[in-house]
């Protein structure tokens, strides 16, 4: 298939798209290699792919409506997976508009791109983040969403409405996929795996908010991308069972599914920072914080309804996890 990933140079699009290309796919990837974090990490990333023949870069942001028509006239994408966003719940306190114009303008353009070249599935980018104020565990797709905290988490849930529209006006079938807390070489150098590791590593003291009583659904990338693939060859389709006078949110009658793509096991954070000292072999200095404005303290993923529909189940320890990145790590950086 001729498959369009966005945000090819992030650290999900990368691992996705060599996979793809490992299994025959055409990949066209789109980034517009902001500067968020390192853009070097970025171009890194792409390195590992420009070699594939069939691989072809675009350096493009999905909020340029102009050139995002374009891309899709010409290339006439089988498939699509959106993951480019502005990511980060601590940054959209302080650049709100950066969300907006990347996670709900660019989206718009994700989707009329598709619905007007007749694209036979779009699979894209939500969030745990969705469950907002949500203390039910572990989440399900079934439960209600309407609590964010924070406004990328009220980004990524307009994400999953604007998605519905445009199944059920266009019949576009799409797929949502919730990650909880990805990790793994590559990985993003402002989430607590990364922060962390460079911290120890050079003797600083990391920050451990809400006094390290935390937890989360940790998953290894490699299980994330399994998840990603699997959903992108088993297209949405509309649900015959459903109620509209008791209306199930992760499903409809268009086709239109979200799930939740985790570790189905939480980790407390002060185990995932033992994790941390047992792979590079030195403790952490700790500094213990109160929670941060839109942080939560738990997510735990019920991956039951992404089993059913794809098989997926993740295979992946944290200790194994983590091992992995700080082995990458230091060996990127050279430490």
């Not at 594939?52 to 699509?80: C, N, Q, S, T, Y």
């Not at 969030?127 to 009220?154: C, I, K, Q, W």
């Not at 940790?218 to 088993?234: H, P, S």
């Amino acid at each position: 298939m001729k498959i369009l990933v966005t945000g090819a140079a992030g650290f999900i699009g990368m691992h996705t798209s060599e996979v793809l290309l490992a299994r025959g796919d055409q990949v066209v990837g789109l980034d517009n290699l902001n500067d968020y974090y390192d853009p070097q990490l970025k171009l890194d990333r792409l390195a590992r792919l420009t070699p594939h023949p069939a691989f072809r870069f675009v350096k493009l942001d999905v909020a340029d409506r102009a050139g995002m028509e374009r891309l899709f006239a010409e290339e006439k994408f089988d498939r699509v997976i959106h993951l480019a966003a502005q990511a980060g719940v601590r940054y959209s306190l302080q650049n709100p508009h950066a969300y907006i114009e990347s996670n709900v303008v660019g989206f718009t353009n994700i989707l009329e791109g598709c619905r007007r070249n007749k694209v036979g599935h779009l699979v894209y980018a939500s969030s745990s983040s969705v469950y907002g104020g949500n203390t039910r565990m572990p989440f399900s797709e079934h439960d209600n969403v309407d609590h964010p905290v924070s406004l990328y988490a009220a980004t990524k849930k307009a994400n999953e409405l604007m998605a519905h529209t445009y199944s059920h006006l266009y019949g576009l079938p799409t797929t949502g996929l919730r990650f909880f807390t990805v990790y793994g070489p590559w990985g993003r150098p402002d989430m607590a795996l990364f922060l962390f590791t460079k911290a120890i590593l050079e003797g600083r003291p990391i920050d451990v908010f809400n006094h390290g009583k935390m937890k989360r659904d940790f998953t290894y990338i490699d299980d994330i991308v399994e998840g990603v693939i699997r959903t992108l060859d088993r297209t949405a389709e509309p649900d015959p069972t459903f109620d509209p006078l008791n209306p199930d949110p992760g499903r409809g009658a268009a086709p239109y599914r979200v799930f939740n793509i985790g570790n189905n096991n939480p980790v407390e954070l002060m185990a995932f920072i033992e994790a941390i000292e047992a792979a590079v072999g030195r403790k952490a200095e700790k500094n213990f914080m109160p929670l941060q404005d839109g942080d939560v303290p738990a997510t735990y993923a019920d991956t039951s309804e992404l089993n059913v529909w794809t098989g997926f189940a993740p295979a992946t320890s944290v200790g194994e996890g983590v091992e992995r990145f700080a082995k990458w790590y230091r060996a990127y950086y050279e430490t």
